[in-house]
């Protein structure tokens, strides 16, 4: 039996939405779908949805990522809650945006299909439905907070990468053009990446060496008491 006081207060439906972020040819993306309901039917929007009764917000959110993405362990990060009244004109409705960092090279083409999805480049978004925008706008600046302070910005990346690629995408995060020698010369002080012997041909004559994040050196750089500063 539930209690008076939870019976005689106003519910909401809880929805989750996600700001799911991919890096290719040198810019950041954003996968966007068409929505596929009343209101705003066939309006762009962020992948979402509503919470189960039984399952908790990220467990939501990590629903929401693999119906869209087909991809597991995806790199998540709570962006803040929405709850203006009239928000969504459909119902009350509370949001709670994640943004997520996946790997296009290992995205689903036929998902797009499915869900009458696209890649859309972030400085070209569409008016997109109710606050996703805001949204939108929210977990860039959480994710330049983030990258800056933690080694998130390699989970763009499958395993490996090339200096030039890492620096592409750390400009096109911050929409500014940033010094090679001094970047480099950040990364070479935290001595946090490995140096393979495989290098990427595509984009120079010369090739450019993949390297990869160091998971333990990143555990020991902590031990002593130093932060990470990208």
């Known amino acids: 039996m539930i209690p008076a006081y939870y019976t005689h207060n106003s519910r909401f439906l809880i929805a989750v939405d996600c700001i799911i972020l991919g890096f290719r040819h ?3 993306h954003l996968l966007l779908t068409r929505r596929p309901v009343e209101p705003l039917k066939n309006e762009w929007s ?3 949805g509503f919470m189960d009764e039984k399952e908790s917000l990220n467990e939501a959110a990590e629903k929401i990522l693999y119906r869209y993405t087909r ?3 995806i790199y998540m990060e709570q962006v803040g809650a ?7 004109t459909g119902d009350r409705v509370i949001s ?3 943004f997520a960092l996946v790997k296009m090279e290992n995205f689903d083409t036929s998902l797009a299909r499915q869900f009458d999805a696209r890649w859309t480049h972030i400085n070209e978004l569409p008016r997109l439905v109710f606050d996703h925008n805001q949204m939108v706008q929210d977990a860039l600046k959480l994710l330049r907070y983030k990258v800056s302070t933690e080694p998130v910005i ?10 030039p690629a890492l620096q592409d995408l750390y400009e096109a995060i911050f929409q500014m053009p940033l010094d090679k020698r001094n970047f480099r010369k950040k990364l070479t002080t935290m001595n946090l990446l490995d140096k393979l012997e495989m290098k990427e041909k595509e984009s120079s004559k010369r090739g450019a060496f993949y390297y990869s994040f160091n998971q333990k050196k990143f555990a020991r750089y902590l031990a002593q008491g130093k932060r990470f500063s990208l």
């Open 26 to 28: 040198k810019e950041l």
């Open 46 to 48: 962020l992948m979402g």
């Open 71 to 73: 991809q597991r362990n």
């Open 82 to 88: 929405y709850g203006e009244v009239n928000r969504d």
């Open 96 to 98: 709670v945006a994640f």
């Open 154 to 163: 390699f989970n763009f990346f499958e395993k490996r990468f090339t200096l």
